[in-house]
């Protein structure tokens, strides 16, 4: 399309299938459904999952001679089931059957999924089918199911199967296999009308309840048909047979629709009397797809991001937006859920929630804040866990979980299995503590977005000044140095987990966990500053904090150990000095793909613990997180020289030494890298755009998309492409000159305030379109500017 508004497959390829799975996935925000074919249940080529957000259960397994357990996300009952066959002929099978033609759209404008396909079976006849699937966005317990289905040269009986099935498990993700993948059992199946079935399904130890009730209808024309229909049901699983003559030529309508509902709904009765209620009153298909596109025009109004440098790229983004959206949406709001790291998309990772939130928020901020702040909340609910946490490893405060699910216990995995040598080892990056201060951060940034002063007041400033108790409960002071110091972490880069030969777990010092401690103290004190007095009272009565807690972290702030290699380079924590250079090249040439050097050098008996070789970014997140005015705060404060010569040599030190292991490593280097290398900047940026679409790892999109990468590059063209910052005194905007992009438009919400911004070569082109205020300010290269309601203004940049 022209428009750069759907995603286009031809052929059948049945190896590439459970990619296209994913990266066809319809959702809403509170459910999700891969793109699997509905014809097929679960096997090599296929795997129809269906996600709920928030939808966990927790299973153990006994590995390595203990039982381990594990919170999994849930695979639910698959609703896609829809099935035909001609009299005495075979159920369409395309892995089997004469694939003619086959076209497969993800139309991303209207969020629908088109599949066009002819095929023929053994006795030569031919049947051509189009089938349209959408997850409404507008009615969230709705999904729906199109099909044209024309006999091109045959006449006789029709058999259409519709099914609900209960019977599946978690199979998405080949190395957890060995692990309990049953989570769910069937409770009840049952037919509820002429054309109408039900299914209840509940979690074995959540004991969330999933009901779904489909309405299955034909048509030929508008007359609508009255097929013989005869029912079939045993343990989890429900069908119905629908028999039909038809005729050569003419083309038949089939309608599935099916309502979802669970026991973590609102307002509600029973899953199940909701579920029955909602199929009776939902419409036809094209009533439902009107709603449906209504409401994802009204995101895709907020979301759009336009660009002009190939069709490719702008496709790309626009995947990334729309699967972001299928993620978490207005449907989101109000929900006791996180954002997981691969979206409601596959089983990886579990669903769990990490500190993706920090490539995520920006961008949400800016056009969801709504959504933004009720995921805040999800944190704030799980606050007492983060408590209970940090008081048993003997701290204060709240200290937050790496990987977080159901109720906010910490849920990284103990033991994971190396697919390159097939062995459990330990995991031991539950010790990323610096996740209390990615949560403190994403609180203040959308407090800056936003200026909800009501949120930061009541819920934000309990949490953040929480986390500055915790950090402060960990650090030990260094009388030698007169420096404060925090011991037993691990960073970002995940590799690095212990120092080599040693027993202790963790590491001293790293600079990026110290720097963002420092970071929470200078904020927490401006925080109990400019929050409503009688409200820090309450908070400094209720955690316990002393204006004696408030000078140690002032002394926290400003005198937090930073280890350097030399004068211009952080050591990425202390004693990184120590470790071996790593044989790059050797490596390369001995293997195709090194992005996870961990599972390299864990299958050969060795360990990324020796080497000075990191998964991710690591001290450059520090320059990705912060603009260069606010880490130069932070490091004056902190008595350090700050230098554009510190910044280049540090990107330059760590390039070399950095895997991308994780896709969100090639985020932050297309930021950093803009101003000191503007190619490299942008090759990194086309990486991030194709590596889901690509599966770039080999192999880790089918199992769920990395939706902190696909936001992550939203966020680079409107902060970095854009130059795009918000500040507590207006909205900023100061593009770099480009080379590579022509043209950026979007339109971003700041303090209430809905503004457009179109970047042309060298011209700024800002609209003040409609806000709460007649009035708002916005920065262009140095100098604020205050916009009158309705007011365009143009600007020439300078050179």
């Given at each position: 399309m022209k428009d750069n508004f759907s995603i286009r497959y031809d052929g059948w390829e049945p190896k590439k299938q459970k990619l296209r799975e994913t990266l066809c996935t319809l959702g809403n925000g509170y459910i999700a459904t891969r793109g699997a074919a509905e014809e097929n249940r679960a096997d090599e080529v296929n795997y129809p999952g269906t996600y709920l957000a928030g939808g966990f259960n927790r299973a153990g397994t006994e590995v390595s001679g203990r039982v381990i357990e594990n919170e999994d996300f849930v695979n639910f009952p698959n609703w896609l089931c829809l099935n035909f066959r001609p009299e005495r002929g075979e159920w369409l099978n395309l892995n089997t059957q004469n694939v003619l033609d086959y076209q497969q759209t993800l139309d991303m404008r209207s969020g629908t999924l088109i599949r066009e396909f002819r095929v023929e079976d053994e006795a030569g006849r031919r049947t051509a089918l189009r089938s349209k699937r959408i997850v409404s966005m507008r009615d969230k317990h709705i999904a729906a199911i199109h099909w044209s289905l024309t006999p091109e040269n045959?006449?006789?009986?029709?058999?259409?199967?519709?099914?609900?099935?209960?019977?599946?498990?978690?199979?998405?993700?080949?190395?957890?296999?060995?692990?309990e993948s049953r989570h769910l059992k069937p409770a009840t199946t049952e037919k509820i009308g002429d054309n109408a079935i039900f299914l209840l399904a509940e979690t074995r130890q959540s004991r969330i309840l999933m009901a779904q009730a489909a309405r299955t209808s034909l048509y030929q024309g508008e007359r609508q048909l009255t097929p013989l229909i005869s029912t079939n049901q045993r343990e989890g699983y429900i069908e119905q047979l629908l028999r039909v003559d038809v005729e050569e030529g003419t083309t038949y309508t089939l309608e599935k629709v099916v309502g979802i509902y669970s026991s973590r709904d609102r307002a509600i009765s029973h899953p199940g009397i909701e579920a029955k209620k909602s199929v009776q009153r939902a419409g036809r298909f094209e009533e439902i797809c009107v709603r449906h596109g209504e409401a994802i025009q009204k995101l895709w109004n907020r979301a759009d991001i336009g660009i002009i440098n190939g069709d490719r790229n702008q496709q790309l983004l626009r995947l990334h937006v729309f699967h972001l959206l299928q993620t978490v949406s207005s449907n989101t709001i109000g929900m006791d859920v996180g954002v997981p790291s691969r979206g409601l998309h596959g089983e990886g990772y579990r669903g769990h929630i990490f500190w993706d939130e920090v490539y995520i928020f920006p961008f949400l901020n800016l056009r969801f804040p709504d959504l933004t702040r009720s995921l805040l909340m999800y944190r704030y609910y799980r606050l007492e866990e983060a408590r209970f946490a940090a008081a048993e490893v003997g701290k204060k405060g709240a200290m937050y979980p790496w990987q977080s699910g159901s109720n906010g216990r910490e849920e990284t995995q103990v033991m994971h299995l190396n697919p390159a040598s097939g062995n459990w080892i330990p995991d031991n990056t539950h010790l990323q503590?610096?996740?209390?201060?990615?949560?403190?951060?994403?609180?203040?940034?959308?407090y800056l977005t936003t200026d909800d002063q009501q949120f930061l007041s009541f819920f934000g400033a309990e949490m953040f000044l929480s986390i500055a108790l915790f950090w402060a409960s960990?650090?030990?002071?260094?009388?030698?140095?007169?420096?404060?110091?925090?011991?037993?972490?691990?960073?970002?880069?995940?590799?690095?987990?212990s120092y080599p030969d040693s027993d202790q777990l963790g590491l001293n010092n790293n600079a990026y966990t110290n720097v963002m401690a420092a970071w929470v103290m200078q904020k927490a004190i401006h925080i109990v500053d400019i929050i409503e007095k009688s409200r820090r009272r309450e908070l400094m009565k209720e955690l316990h904090i002393t204006e004696a807690d408030l000078e140690l972290w002032k002394d926290i702030s400003k005198k937090m150990y930073v280890p350097f290699l030399d004068k211009h380079v952080i050591s990425q924590f202390e004693g990184y000095e120590t470790l071996e250079e790593f044989p790059w090249e050797a490596y390369r040439e001995k293997y195709d793909d090194i992005h996870r050097l961990d599972r390299v050098l864990e299958s050969e008996g060795d360990t990324p613990n020796r080497y000075k070789a990191s998964k991710q970014a690591d001290v450059l997140m520090l320059f990705y997180l912060f603009t260069k005015t606010e880490i130069e705060r932070i490091f004056e404060n902190l008595g350090l020289e700050f230098?554009?010569?510190?910044?280049?040599?540090?990107?330059?030190?760590y390039r070399d030494r950095t895997s991308h292991g994780s896709t969100l490593s090639r985020v932050v280097f297309s930021w950093i890298l803009l101003k000191y290398d503007q190619q490299q900047s942008w090759d990194n940026f086309e990486t991030v755009l194709i590596?889901?679409?690509e599966d770039i790892q080999g192999g880790t999109t089918p199992e769920g998309i990395h939706l902190?990468?696909?936001?992550?590059?939203?966020?680079?063209?409107?902060?970095?492409?854009?130059?795009?910052?918000?500040?507590?005194?207006a909205l900023w905007i100061d593009p770099p000159l480009l080379d590579h992009l022509k043209k950026i438009s979007l339109r971003v919400q700041y303090r209430r305030h809905w503004i457009a911004v179109s970047l042309d070569d060298k011209k700024l082109l800002i609209t003040f379109e409609t806000g709460w205020k007649n009035e708002v300010n916005i920065g262009v290269q140095g100098k604020i500017h205050t916009f009158k309601l309705g007011e365009v203004r143009e600007f020439f940049l300078n050179e």
């Open positions: 045959w006449s006789g009986s029709l058999e259409i199967c519709s099914a609900l099935d209960g019977n599946v498990i978690n199979d998405n993700v080949p190395r957890y296999r060995e692990l503590r610096h996740i209390s201060s990615a949560i403190a951060y994403n609180i203040w940034n959308y960990m650090t030990t002071h260094n009388k030698e140095k007169d420096r404060y110091e925090i011991h037993g972490v691990v960073g970002p880069d995940e590799y690095h987990t230098s554009e010569e510190l910044v280049s040599k540090n990107i330059a030190y590596s889901d679409f902190g990468a696909m936001a992550g590059s939203l966020d680079l063209v409107q902060r970095a492409f854009l130059g795009l910052e918000v500040g507590e005194d």
